[in-house]
């Protein structure tokens, strides 16, 4: 399975990575900037992986090649998460020294005005202590500690947008980003209508009065709001193994 993606996909891996490791060359100083761009195109990576099973020709050849659906979609958790964030990796480092060579080179030669351009240092932001990818030291530091913790968290954010959009390319036919990101959007909003009309119904009118709460109260709420925060943590570093074992199914049905 991953020879064949390659074989099929050589050209347009290589186009759309060097495209990627350009778009890093103007971006490399901006760590914002980067961030958005990892998690955006890894959007849309996952969420155009399965379109070929929607056409019928392309959809029967798939799924006559002689491997089970969970060897297929390991191979498409494996390419959508960790091959693309590996890549992500390096083809920022291409675009960081490629970018900052150039930059300096044209500065050295007088090429632009220096309000355009000028000489600047080779910084690797994406790996500096308050950025994506923090090197950590060894000797554990409360700073470190929270860099990892950080770091933890917008790892598993990225895994839960990958399985995500992973099951939204099996999901639906068409425009897969779009439509899973609009589901999305829904589902979070019921959510958030449910949860309010929970806390009005466990905590009374009373706690959303504001100042005038009791001690009492307030420590409720605050035993209530700590119970809250502790489940939804749990179902966030889940919700990955949830859309993945969803897509296993959908996966399966599709091929019926």
């Known amino acids: 399975m991953f020879q064949r993606y390659f074989i099929e996909r050589f050209r347009t891996e290589l186009i759309y990575w060097c495209i990627m490791a350009i778009v890093f060359m103007f971006l490399r100083n901006n760590l914002?900037?980067?961030t958005a761009l990892i998690f955006i195109a890894g959007v849309f990576y996952a969420a155009r992986f399965f379109k070929?099973?929607?056409h019928s020709g392309n959809g029967v050849a798939y799924f006559m090649i002689p491997a089970t659906q969970l060897e297929k979609?390991?191979?498409?958790?494996?390419m959508t998460t960790l091959y693309y964030f590996a890549m992500m990796i390096v083809v920022y480092v291409i675009g960081n020294l490629s970018g900052t060579f150039l930059g300096n080179m044209l500065a050295t030669m007088d090429f632009l005005p220096n309000a355009l351009i000028h000489q600047s240092s080779l910084q690797w932001k994406l790996f500096d202590e308050?950025?994506?990818?923090?090197?950590?030291?060894?000797d554990f530091t409360n700073?470190?500690?929270?860099n990892v913790r950080i770091t933890?968290?917008?790892?598993t954010t990225f895994l839960l947008n990958q399985s995500l959009f992973l099951f939204g390319s099996i999901y639906f036919k068409r425009s897969q980003a779009f439509k899973t990101f609009s589901a999305t959007i829904l589902i979070c909003i019921l959510l958030a209508i449910l949860i309010q009309i929970e806390a009005r119904l466990i905590l009374g009118d009373v706690y959303f009065s504001g100042a005038n709460m009791a001690i009492t109260q307030k420590t409720e709420l605050a035993i209530w709001l700590r119970k809250f925060v502790?489940?939804?943590k749990i179902i966030f570093f889940l919700l990955p193994l949830y859309f993945w074992i969803v897509s296993y199914f959908r996966l399966t049905e599709k091929q019926v």
């Open 32 to 34: 914002s900037a980067m």
């Open 230 to 232: 502790d489940a939804a």
């Open 143 to 146: 700073s470190d500690i929270e």
């Open 73 to 78: 979609l390991t191979v498409a958790i494996v």
């Open 52 to 54: 070929e099973i929607h």
């Open 130 to 138: 308050s950025g994506l990818i923090p090197l950590v030291t060894f």
């Open 152 to 155: 933890g968290r917008l790892f």
